[in-house]
């Protein structure tokens, strides 16, 4: 008797790998959903796993020896070598069927594909290529430099309006006050959204952290000097259209001048890629430290992403995936981000 286990997107691929491995006579004795492992298992859909048992595996199934193997190695290679004079013929920048479809469905734009089609075909096994082509999406991101040490440190989130800026504060607040002892306190410029200030004021209490509320850039600076103690300060925003320039040079009375502040840009995974670009032209005369992206919990494909981080060498500081306060966010990184995309076990 011989028993498998594999662990595969769905029934269909589970079946047939097991069926490859087994032969048709398998018979399934088990079958589970399960979740994988790693940071970001979370953002990735559940998979199947599923137990099939033979009875009798036949011959041409069992396991070759060591030479028999060696030699199978060595065809595999030429075949590679082969594979890859023919893939090489094919014009600079398109990419092999088999990876057109990856990155379609990561809906990378046709930039990013390019680049990363150059780190096809070079005859290497496709573990290898997977390995370029991921090395080579991480370095479309920038990474962000997390600032170390103690030092305090005053954060404000702009962004379009609902695109969580307000959540992503609670979130880093109580993470920071709760489960890192940290004096937190929060500020909000939000006075144009009726219930806004009530939002941060409700989570202000939850944490059990101070909250001012400003309404001119002189109130910034007293709410600053009132909380001058405090190990973090986070400050919100009201999300207006960001086509209103006006939004954007309000932002700046109250920042400029205000040389310690990180300025950070809240943008939702699940907006175009387009719109993204000029969203963040509006933003980026503030001066920002970095990109959070929101939602990735609503969205099937990150290429919007990739795009404007390559196109704007701006880092991606935290990713949020979905509403529970504090637990739906995580720090973003450079070669996390490129297997997200790809939807590589991480
Ligand atoms: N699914 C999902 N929802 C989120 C996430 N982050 C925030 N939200 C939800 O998005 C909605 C808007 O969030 P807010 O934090 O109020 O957004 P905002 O940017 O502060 O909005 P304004 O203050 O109006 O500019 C709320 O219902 C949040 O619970 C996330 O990562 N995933
Ligand atoms: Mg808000």
Wanted: charged share 25%; net charge positive.
């Amino acid at each position: 008797m011989r028993i498998k286990k594999v662990v595969a997107k769905d029934m269909q691929v589970a079946l047939h790998m097991l069926r490859k491995e087994l032969g048709s006579e398998a018979v399934i004795v088990s079958s589970r959903t399960v979740r994988e492992p790693g940071i970001l298992g979370w953002f990735r859909p559940a998979k199947v796993e599923v137990t099939a048992a033979v009875e009798r595996v036949t011959e041409a199934r069992l396991e070759p020896d060591d030479a028999l193997r060696s030699e199978l190695m060595e065809i595999k290679a030429m075949l590679g070598t082969m594979g890859a004079a023919s893939i090489k013929a094919s014009p600079k920048g398109v990419p092999p069927a088999r990876w057109a479809e990856r990155f379609r469905l990561a809906d990378l734009s046709p930039e990013v594909m390019a680049i990363l089609s150059e780190q096809l075909g070079t005859g290497d096994k496709t573990a290898d290529e997977e390995k370029r082509v991921l090395e080579r999406l991480a370095k479309c991101f920038s990474p962000y430099e997390r600032p170390k040490g103690k030092r305090k440190r005053i954060q404000a989130f702009v962004g379009p309006t609902g695109v969580g800026k307000t959540t992503t504060i609670a979130k880093l607040a109580a993470q920071q006050a709760l489960q890192e002892q940290k004096k937190v306190a929060l500020i909000t410029i939000d006075t144009f959204r009726i219930g806004a200030v009530e939002q941060l004021r409700i989570y202000g209490d939850i944490i059990g952290v101070p909250v001012a509320v400003v309404g001119a850039p002189s109130e910034l600076t007293d709410a600053l000097t009132e909380f001058k103690s405090k190990d973090a300060i986070f400050i919100d925003t009201t999300g207006r259209s960001a086509r209103k320039p006006l939004h954007v040079s309000e932002m700046r009375a109250y920042f400029d001048g205000l040389s310690d502040l990180e300025k950070y840009l809240v943008l939702s995974s699940t907006t175009k890629s387009r719109d993204l670009l000029s969203i963040y032209k509006a933003y980026c005369e503030l001066g920002l430290a970095a990109t959070i992206f929101t939602k990735c919990d609503e969205t099937e494909s990150l290429g919007g992403i990739v795009d404007l981080c390559y196109r704007t060498s701006i880092p991606v500081a935290y990713l949020t995936n979905g509403q529970n306060v504090p637990e739906d966010i995580r720090e973003a990184h450079p070669q996390e981000l490129a297997r997200l995309v790809l939807g590589v076990n991480v």
